[in-house]
């Protein structure tokens, strides 16, 4: 209401010409906007839309519009490297829940000693912990896979999975500490004058304030497993264990001379659950980001 | 919110207080360390453990069938002396750095300076924005790379409608195909411009009414104010970036196929290091690589921070 009056009584004592300026610059920022943002995604629209043509059309008819669409490349897609591509989306699926499941376990319990509980060593702890967040990967990656290999685990998902229920996303765990830092510690102490010890403290009392910093972690680690490529690529040799990224490598490795039509199909099909997620967590992840500085 | 409720708790004399007071600390030191048993397990078993083990191998001349031989120094010797890959992958991955970083965070703060005018839909055209990020390190991005920058690709068609002929297929040319690297990484700005744009508006308005009324310039305001009162956070995004494109692996192995080439153009360090290790099988070289590696980013990092008292400016420490 206040603004109305007060954009009328503006109106008024602006002169006319200056005002339609404001407005043309502001309609101008916009299309600069939005021409910029169309210009970004282009390639990604364009590929959605070439996954529909036929094969042979993809570059003769170059851009959005088609004279023909089919199905035929995700038809073909599917079982182009020899085995069904949604059984590489399953694997995906499987070790991104698990490595959600593990972070959230495993960075939970570290965070909550790192920021509630005494104890001898926890500085050292955590500027450890803080150092390994700008550790390099490469630095363990020649000893683990020997380790994993000795031990009998190449070609299964546990290199994988298991280092999450380790917490070793430090990322996380500092995320997690810095959100528990933020929760009264009020809270805490009434709950111990009711008798809680710490471990009730924590489940009934820290952890479900921690939802916000959860669901940033659930939805990163998810993005950032099923986006990994390296990893499973280093450990997964048999073709039924592949992931969607590995798989879709994959593609180029077998065909030679590439054929983008199954491609593309096959890539948007393993983007799709990223854009879900990012469709759902829009607001997590913008936060998380602006928080905490995540990718 | 769901708390026991209580059995009283009776004041005791003082000496007994204080005895149960110290075994409450005491259970307390027992159960954090209840809480930390998964963290410390994994630091041991996957984050310390390696790394020690990588610094030892890379003394050594292993190639995972029999047992590492030490040989002291001679991997990090022939690393420097005899091994023209390794300071061509070095060049690679510092011109990647060197010209990405910078042009991924220019562009992440003209969009974000865009984006910060208060207009409607701001949030939309943010997330909207940040989308390419998500996808960025995915290799469905990296083989749609490929294919733009093929020789009958997006760009080249593009160029073609102005008239350009005999261009380049720039992902298989040497000159370029570097290039097209960064550009992918210019391209995933939107992580920065979320951090930016959650900066700028922090700035106060009042700052740039009261420079405009100074008769201060569009340009004199963005020297002048938005670049130092955002210093935090452009050096936070700087280190970040930084951090992670000295390791790129994932873009650089599917857009070359897993080669680094043409002719070694786009042999990003991770890329070689990943092939002495897991081609060659050449364990003990490939560890000593990671280490070089650690050192440099870790100077890196350390450079950014020795320079930062002379350009970073926190809000707390100004008189």
Redesign the interface.
């Given at each position: 209401m206040t603004t109305i009056a007060h954009s009328a009584a503006t109106a008024s004592a602006v002169p006319l010409r200056s005002r339609s300026r404001h407005r043309s610059r502001?309609v101008v920022?916009?299309a600069?906007?939005i021409v910029?943002?169309l210009a970004?995604?282009?390639?990604?629209i364009?590929?959605v839309a070439s996954s529909f043509k036929p094969e042979k059309l993809i570059?003769t008819e170059?851009g959005l519009w088609s004279s023909t669409w089919t199905l035929q490349n995700y038809v073909d897609g599917w079982n182009q490297i020899g085995l069904p591509f949604g059984l590489f989306l399953l694997n995906s699926l499987i070790i991104s829940v698990a490595c959600v499941i593990g972070n959230l376990?495993?960075?939970t319990?570290?965070a909550?000693?790192f920021a509630r509980?005494?104890?001898?060593g926890?500085g050292t702890?955590f500027a450890?912990?803080l150092a390994?967040i700008?550790?390099?990967?490469?630095?363990?990656?020649?000893?683990?896979?020997?380790?994993f290999?000795t031990i009998g685990w190449t070609n299964t998902f546990l290199p994988l999975i298991v280092?999450k229920?380790?917490?070793?996303d430090a990322f996380f765990?500092f995320l997690m500490v810095q959100f528990i830092r933020g929760i009264p510690r009020q809270?805490d102490e009434?709950?111990t004058?009711?008798?809680?010890?710490?471990?009730?403290i924590?489940w009934?009392?820290i952890l479900?304030?921690m939802r916000p910093a959860l669901a940033v972690t659930a939805v990163f680690t998810f993005?950032w497993t099923?986006?990994d490529?390296?990893t499973p690529?280093?450990y997964l040799t048999d073709q039924e264990k592949f992931t969607?990224?590995?798989a879709?490598?994959a593609?180029?490795?077998s065909t030679g001379v590439?054929s983008?039509g199954p491609?593309?199909a096959m890539?948007?099909l393993?983007?799709i659950p990223?854009f879900v997620v990012?469709l759902v967590a829009?607001r997590q992840?913008?936060q998380g980001?602006?928080?905490t500085?995540?990718? | 919110?769901?708390?026991?409720?209580?059995?009283g708790?009776l004041v005791r004399p003082s000496t007994r207080a204080a005895g149960k007071e110290r075994t409450r600390?005491h259970?307390?030191?027992r159960?954090?360390?209840?809480?930390?048993?998964?963290?410390?397990?994994?630091?041991l078993?996957?984050?310390i453990?390696?790394?020690l083990?990588?610094l030892i191998?890379s003394f050594t001349n292993y190639n995972?069938l029999g047992t590492p031989q030490f040989i002291g120094a001679q991997n990090y010797v022939q690393m420097f002396t005899a091994d023209p890959r390794f300071w061509h992958a070095s060049f690679v991955t510092f011109e990647y750095v060197l010209i990405g970083v910078p042009l991924q965070l220019a562009l992440a703060l003209a969009?974000a300076m865009?984006?910060n005018?208060g207009?409607r839909?701001m949030?939309f055209?943010?997330?909207?924005?940040?989308?390419?990020?998500?996808?960025g390190?995915?290799?469905?991005?990296a083989?749609?790379w490929?294919?733009?920058f093929g020789a009958?690709g997006?760009v080249n068609?593009a160029l073609g409608i102005f008239g350009l002929q005999h261009l380049p297929n720039w992902v298989a040319d040497p000159t370029w195909s570097l290039g097209t690297l960064v550009a992918l990484h210019v391209?995933a700005f939107g992580?920065p411009m979320?951090?930016f744009?959650?900066g700028l508006r922090q700035v106060p308005t009042e700052l740039y009414e009261a420079a405009s009324v100074d008769g201060a310039g569009a340009w004199r305001r963005f020297i002048s104010i938005t670049i130092p009162m955002i210093s935090p956070v452009v050096f936070?995004?700087l280190i970040?970036q930084m951090?992670?494109a000295?390791?790129t692996?994932?873009q650089a192995?599917?857009v070359s196929?897993g080669t680094g080439g043409p002719v070694d153009s786009t042999l990003f360090f991770?890329l070689y290091?990943?092939q002495r290790?897991?081609t060659d099988f050449d364990?003990g070289y490939?560890?000593a690589?990671?280490?070089v590696?650690?050192i440099v980013?870790?100077l890196f990092?350390w450079l950014a921070f020795a320079t930062s008292r002379r350009w970073v400016f926190y809000e707390g420490e100004r008189q």
């Open positions: 502001r920022t916009h600069v906007i910029t943002g970004m995604v282009y390639p990604l364009w590929m570059f170059p376990f495993s960075c319990l570290a909550y000693a509980l005494r104890f001898r926890s702890m450890f912990m390994t700008m550790l390099p990967f490469q630095v363990i990656l020649v000893p683990q896979y020997i380790m290999q280092p229920f380790l917490g070793v765990v809270l009434a709950a004058v009711d008798g809680c010890g710490t471990i009730q924590f009934r009392v479900p304030l993005i099923w986006n490529f390296l690529l280093l969607a990224p590995v879709l490598n593609f180029i490795d590439t983008y491609m593309f890539a948007i393993s983007l990223l990012f829009q992840l913008v980001i602006a928080t500085g995540l990718k | 919110m769901t708390i026991h409720k209580a059995q708790v600390r259970r307390g030191q159960s954090a360390y209840l809480f930390l048993t998964p963290w410390m397990g994994g630091a078993l996957v984050t453990g390696p790394m083990a990588s191998l995972l969009i865009l984006l005018r207009l839909g949030s055209y943010r997330s909207f924005y940040y989308l390419p990020s998500l996808l390190s995915s290799v469905a991005v083989l749609l490929r294919q733009i009958d997006l068609q391209w992580s979320v951090i744009l959650a936070f995004n970040l951090i992670s000295f390791q692996f994932t192995y599917v196929g991770s290091l990943y290790a897991f364990m490939a560890s690589m990671a280490w590696l650690l980013i870790g990092t």
